[in-house]
């Protein structure tokens, strides 16, 4: 099937790869010349494991990038995988998507043949029908529009798997309104759909869209939950991960996501939760529940640094903040729980030195003042205490002996030699 996609981020950059992978004719259309020139030069504009090796492979056969819009026109189906970023009141900001469907609406306006637009972002309810299709089908005129059918199929990839997300994923949601198009996202799916282990959910446009953000705010939730129970368990003196890793056993709940700490960052779970709190409001609904997840997650840095308190005087003390990321095997920095970390900890008058494997360059933009580090062992050199904030598999092995006082406050619960060590508080256990 021959398919173009509207941006070519971290979701556009990836589906459009995996798909050439499953054997279909894919073009990539976006704004930025420096990610074109890349995918056509056979370069993944982004890590993730496993992307790089499928766009080197497919570059210039199946796969393709273009500025150009008009290139919708050789397509028989559009996937619009752009930025739905929360504005400042916390709402879903669809600025970006309207224009991307006005100038996707002017190049179909040309077309003679049917075209299936698919909404791959992720958009509150009523989105893609009272904004995307109206936005495209204006654009492209009346008789044009006649051709023009809409879908909406949410993506669940995670960052830093999405390579593996994608193509053996736990399920595949199309919401549509009419069988043509379902009929076009099952063939386009096949491969997937036919291995064993993928669910396959059909159900009209809106249920679809909200199921992208019903299952961010269980899983955000579902960690904010543990994220308590952890706080309470440590009141008790008792160790919240054995805790959660018995309740894990029942089927109902699963051990998965059961790790408490410092909480949940990212591109997605702040903003959707957000998009989700604010869309509800607006429909009549108080959401007091999601109100209490993220204040619950906006809680965990203040804890940590007020954990580290009771053992360091945080006034002029060095401390060695130790991962960046908002999570594991990423550079991306967004809404990570690192920088809040970093940020109670200067307001309470303490010098920060900054290590992460990946993400450094990306918090120096951010934090040009603060003292980085090349190694984790040179951050703790001298340092007056430590902080665990993100969990890189490389941490297990440290070694905390050129700390000045070896006091390490855990957000992550890594698995760290503690013997050695003066004070090891974790967060939650
Ligand atoms: N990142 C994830 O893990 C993830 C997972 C599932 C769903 N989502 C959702 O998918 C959507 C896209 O997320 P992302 O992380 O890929 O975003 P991103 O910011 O990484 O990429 C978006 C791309 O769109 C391009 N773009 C912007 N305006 C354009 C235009 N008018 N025409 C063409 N290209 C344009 C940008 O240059 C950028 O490269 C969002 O709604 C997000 O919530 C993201
Ligand atoms: O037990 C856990 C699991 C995760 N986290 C934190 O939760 C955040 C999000 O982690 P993860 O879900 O792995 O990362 P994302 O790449 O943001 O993926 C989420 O957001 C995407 C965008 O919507 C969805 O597609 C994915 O299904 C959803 O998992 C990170 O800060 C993690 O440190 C915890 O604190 N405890």
Known sequence: MKISIIGSGYVGTTIAACLADIGHDVINVEID???????????????EPGLQERIAEHAGSR??????????????????????PQADDGSLDLAIMEAAAESLGAALAVKSDDHLVVVKSTVLPGTTEEVVAPTVTEAAGTEAADRLSFAMNPEFLRMSTAVTDFLEPDKVVFG???DSAAATLRELYAPILEREGTDHVETDIREAELIKYANNAFLASKISLVNELGNIAKEYGADAYEVLEAVGL????SERFMR????????CFPKDINALRAGAREQGYEPELLDAVVAVNDRQPRRLVDALAEHVPLEGARIAVLGLSFKPNTDDIRKSRSLDVIDHLRAAGAGVVAYDPVAMDNVRERYPDLEYADTAESALEGADGAVLATDWDGFVDLSFEGMARRVVVDGRRIDVDTSGLEVYDGLTW
């Open 33 to 47: 010349e420096d990610i074109v020139e890349s995918i056509n030069a056979g370069t993944a504009p982004i890590h």
């Open 63 to 84: 796969l393709r990038a273009t500025t150009d819009y008009d290139a919708v026109c050789e397509t028989d189906v559009t996937f619009l995988c752009l930025p739905t």
């Open 176 to 178: 549509t309104t009419d």
């Open 250 to 253: 029942d089927d109902r709940i």
């Open 260 to 267: 408490s700490g410092l909480g949940w960052g990212g591109s």
